[in-house]
């Protein structure tokens, strides 16, 4: 020990930075250089990840987001991709900056401290510089919001409500086609199937056909969100909520209702099958079969689409 008269915590601290003076002596040049290589190896793998394509649903160990499957969602991807330079590019800087104090004025190297308090050149820099970073950021990300918000001239809509804890979802062009999703349970399952993420009636649309999303709710606030989608509407009682989507691929997609809602909030998932539009108007057919319906020029009020059980029960007290 030490003989110096000095806090239990300051010598702990000054242990710890002669020996890391000593580490920074003991690493060559070459160590060096291949840290630097490592890190910026690393830096890269983080990017080149960010952007690599899974399956329309979660995957085991997947850290990037699913692939997109919509405009919206091929640039929100863009968009993300984007930022993570910037902030990859901001913590390397940082990280530079730190690393490079603590060495050149370790006390041993620079025992007597100016004492510069004020310098305004680089006060003015690190504040214009984050403002200027922060602009560069909200042009495209506001472009973004609008483009996301609505959509002007749209091809058909469907309408999705939220309850505890289903989904159920309505195609106002289609005679009022419409039925409820419910989780499938996992002691159901067939083979094949995803365990928390598979319904028993899967919202069907057609591919290359703009669709308007409207989310409203009948009960508590629930959440429409479709990664691959890059659809994430709020399910509110008596509110109309808009969105869109024009599915680009056919193909299954997943999601969840990401708004806590109760209980059962993680028993609603969201299943999308996404066909062709000849395959559609197939679907259409059949579900209409399968399915009440408001009559074609028939009745204002559309036959509820409940089993008989549930049509002999009153209705519950509006919230
Ligand atoms: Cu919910």
């Avoid at 009948?218 to 691959?228: E, K, L, Q, R």
Wanted: glycine share 6%; net charge neutral.
């Amino acid at each position: 020990m030490p003989s110096r008269k000095s806090r239990p915590g300051l010598l702990v601290m000054d242990e710890g930075l002669r020996g890391m003076g000593r580490l920074t002596r003991l690493l060559s040049k070459e160590a060096t250089t291949r840290i630097y290589a490592v890190l910026t190896l690393a830096a890269i793998g983080i990017v080149a990840f960010a952007g690599i394509a899974w399956a329309a649903g979660p995957q085991p160990w997947e850290i990037g987001m699913q692939p997109p499957a919509t405009p919206v969602k091929d640039l929100l991807s863009a968009f993300h991709d984007e930022l993570l330079v910037i902030i990859t590019l901001i913590t390397i800087f940082v990280l530079g900056l730190l690393l490079y104090v603590i060495v050149r004025f370790h006390h041993r190297r620079h025992p007597v401290p100016t004492r510069t308090s004020h310098n305004t050149v680089i006060e003015m820099l690190w504040t214009v510089v984050p403002v200027l970073i922060l602009v560069i950021i909200a042009i495209p990300s506001f472009k973004l919001m609008y483009y996301m918000d609505r959509v002007p001239n749209p091809d058909m809509t469907i309408k999705v409500t939220g309850h505890q804890w289903y989904w159920s979802y309505e195609y106002p062009d289609q005679s009022g086609l419409a039925f409820d999703s419910n989780l499938i349970p996992e002691a159901d399952l067939k083979p094949g199937q995803k365990r928390l993420l598979d319904v028993d009636n899967p919202l069907v649309v057609p591919v290359d056909t703009t669709i308007r999303v409207q989310v409203t709710g009948t009960d508590v606030i629930h959440s429409w969100f479709v990664p691959s989608f890059g659809v994430q509407e709020y399910a509110i009682v008596g509110r109309l909520n808009e969105s869109w989507m024009r599915v680009e691929h056919p193909g299954v997609y997943y999601g969840e209702c990401n708004q806590i809602c109760g209980v059962n909030h993680a028993f609603m998932p969201i299943k999308v099958v996404a066909v062709s539009k000849d395959e559609f108007q197939h679907w259409l057919a059949d579900a209409k079969r399968k399915f009440a319906h408001r009559d074609e020029g028939g009745a204002a009020v559309r036959v509820a689409t409940s089993t008989p059980a549930d049509a002999a029960r009153p209705a519950p007290a509006g919230n």
